[in-house]
Structures are given as C-alpha cells and as structure tokens.
C-alpha cells in the first residue's frame, strides 16, 4: 500500500545511525476547541464509563522491521483517558484486515501521553501536552531516540521485537489523527510539517 512521500521513506530509525541521516519530525499543532463528553460516565458501574467522552488529538509514526509494522501513538492533547503514566506506555496490537487500507494488515502499537515521553524516554525532549484553547505548540521530536527508547522497554510494555541493534528502518508512514467516543467535539490544526 502506498504510503505517500512518492514511496519513499519520510524519515529513518535505527540503533547506529549514521549522521545526517533524517530522523527528527518538526511541526506545529493548534488546539482551537474541544469539548469533552457531556454525560456522566465517572460512575465505575456505568458501562459506559470506560469509553465515555474520551477525546485525543494524536501523533501517529510507523517503521517496520521483524516482518511486521511498529507504530507509535503520541497523545498530544487528551481527556478522560490516559494512554500512559509516567514511567509506562501501553502497548497493544491491531489486527486491521481490510487491505485497502494503509493500516493493513495491522501493527504492534506503543501509545504514550506527551506529557509522559520525557520521564519515559529521558533522550528525548519534552514533548508538551495540548490543554487550553487556542495553544499553540511548536513541536521537535527526535523519532530515533523516541523509537529506540520505547523498543528497550522492558516486559509486555515496549514493542513485541526490539529494534535490532544494527541496521537502519525507515519511518514510512506519519499522521496526526483526532479520535472522540461517545460525545464531544474536538478542532485541531497541524501545519509546517518537516522532517530533519
């Protein structure tokens, strides 16, 4: 499936990079206005309560290396469900079987709140957390150092396979996606997309 950038990679990762090789992503994000769920689902006997109004406006980069898609979720902005705490990711599997899809046919997933990559992930800097309307929030994130750090992770909360600790693995697939559950509305922005 074509991943656009003409197919070529838009970045690269790898445990000995060479220098002057692409791995760091620039961009600016702008929160305009959200609204969280209007209901109440804080209530732990709701059935409702775990997917309830929850609302993310996420960074999303994919590599592959192991015969299979390695994808990491940033929430850059997020309410009523944290996706990490600050000292683990959470870690999940998509099985996406519908082949026309750039998802297809699905990947092993690591999601991590913004505010909690830098204890995580030390070697990487701060990544601050979209919380109040209208902010603006110019980002730099070093995905090399970000996908190395969440590979080495140690149990079920880093990647299925680590990175291997030689060669280079391209980034082939980056977008920003807003997701909302039950009610809600969410308006973000994303522009000045670069790859260094």
């Known amino acids: 499936m074509e991943h656009g950038n003409d197919g070529e990679p838009i970045a690269w990762i790898g445990n000995n990079l060479p220098l002057g090789i692409k791995h760091r992503i620039t961009f ?6 959200y609204m969280p769920g209007v209901y109440p689902c804080d209530d732990p006997n709701d059935p409702r309560a775990p997917r ?5 406006h996420f960074l999303y980069v994919q590599s592959h290396w192991g015969n299979r898609d390695r994808g990491i979720f940033i929430a850059l902005a997020h309410w009523r469900k944290p996706w990490s705490n600050s000292t683990t990711p959470t870690h999940t599997h998509w099985n996406w079987p519908i082949t026309n899809s750039m998802y297809s046919p699905g990947s092993d997933n690591i999601y991590i709140d913004a505010e909690d990559v830098h204890s995580i992930c030390p070697t990487v800097a701060n990544v ?3 919380l109040t309307q209208t902010q603006q929030v110019n980002y730099n994130i070093d995905l090399n150092a970000l996908f190395c750090c969440l590979s080495d992770i140690p149990g079920s909360y ?3 396979q680590p990175m291997p600790l030689t060669g ?3 980034i082939h697939h980056v977008e ?14 994303v522009h000045n997309m670069r790859t260094l």
């Not at 600016?28 to 206005?33: E, G, I, P, V, Y």
């Not at 309830?52 to 993310?56: E, K, M, V, Y």
């Open 28 to 33: 600016t994000s702008k929160l305009f206005t």
């Open 168 to 170: 280079s693995f391209p």
């Open 158 to 160: 880093g990647f299925d």
């Open 52 to 56: 309830c109004g929850a609302l993310a």
């Open 128 to 130: 601050p957390r979209l």
């Open 176 to 189: 920003w996606i807003n997701e909302l559950t039950g009610t809600g509305s969410l308006f973000t922005s």
